[in-house]
């Protein structure tokens, strides 16, 4: 295991031992999401895929977690194996605990638009079964946060990523062994703003990822960066159905995702994706 991967487990543990704490406050949601305009690396074809979400996030005295897994179930157009008329499926795992510097070191970090200094790490964890590639994703994640002074909230950080994949291709039936990237940067921000319009109870929520290159991929090619941006309007339909304040909700959402998982889009259309969705969310 590198020195990047231990220390990175190391802080992980220790942010598990301070999330043991009773939560101060959670929210935890199921979310449903419809779009027609996906995009896959190496596939020139428009994709369908319905999304099912769980998503927990909590604080407590010290820190925060965030943890969400997607269930991804595309279209025929990105089928399952090489000649499958089904679609392929897919879950995607994302964990990040932030601990607050000012918390735990009682003294006040902030300054200008910054309420808050944090340090945060996680992991992403990946399984896909589809006909040329099947990612098996793992990455580490670490780095430093910024929490700015807004209504809800707005995270920017600076992470270190120590990404690998063994991914297996059912048309020439060849696994390829574990690979580990050259670790690279994301400075990555997450919001949710809630904001009426004449009344109307709204929010804009989502992320963005500005991903550096990191270097070669697995089979010798050059890697590109990238940039993830996925947000959505929000619409808190709570009241209509004499619910709790932010219990349903109903909106729209983009997704702009330009060299996918670092697939440069040169002569490869389906690198970036430009999606449109519609989604609803129960929280709870």
């Not at 995607?92 to 300054?111: C, E, M, P, Q, W």
């Not at 004449?198 to 991929?217: C, Q, W, Y």
């Not at 889009?265 to 449109?276: E, Q, R």
Request: hydrophobic residues 35%.
């Amino acid at each position: 295991m590198s020195q990047f991967a231990r220390r990175t487990a190391l802080a992980l543990l220790v942010c598990s031992s301070f999330a043991a704490q009773a939560a101060d406050w959670s929210d935890t949601s199921l979310s449903y999401r419809y779009g027609t305009k996906y995009a896959e690396p190496f596939n020139n074809q428009d994709i369908s895929k319905n999304i099912f979400n769980l998503t927990s996030v909590s604080g407590y005295k010290y820190g925060k977690n965030f943890f969400s897994v997607d269930f991804l179930l595309s279209s025929e157009a990105d089928p399952s194996s090489a000649g499958a008329k089904d679609g392929a499926h897919e879950a995607y795992a994302v964990y990040r605990h932030t601990l607050d510097l000012g918390k735990i070191s009682g003294a006040n970090l902030a300054f200008g638009p910054v309420r808050g200094v944090g340090a945060t790490a996680g992991f992403d964890y990946n399984t896909k079964t589809d006909a040329g590639y099947n990612s098996k994703k793992r990455m580490l994640v670490a780095g430093p946060t910024l929490m700015l002074d807004v209504p809800g909230f707005l995270d920017v950080s600076l992470l270190a990523l120590r990404e690998s994949n063994a991914p297996y291709n059912t048309f020439s039936h060849v696994q390829t062994p574990r690979y580990t990237y050259k670790t690279h940067a994301m400075l990555t921000a997450a919001w949710g703003i809630p904001f009426e319009v004449a009344g109307v109870p709204l929010s804009f929520e989502g992320f963005a990822n500005f991903i550096g290159t990191k270097g070669k991929n697995e089979f010798g090619g050059d890697t590109a960066r990238e940039t993830n941006i996925d947000m959505q309007i929000m619409y808190d339909m709570s009241a209509a159905v004499s619910a709790p304040k932010n219990t349903f909700k109903v909106g729209v959402e983009y997704q702009y995702w330009k060299n996918k998982f670092g697939n440069p889009d040169t002569n490869n259309p389906g690198a970036t994706a430009k999606t449109p969705m519609v989604r609803a969310e129960y929280h709870f």
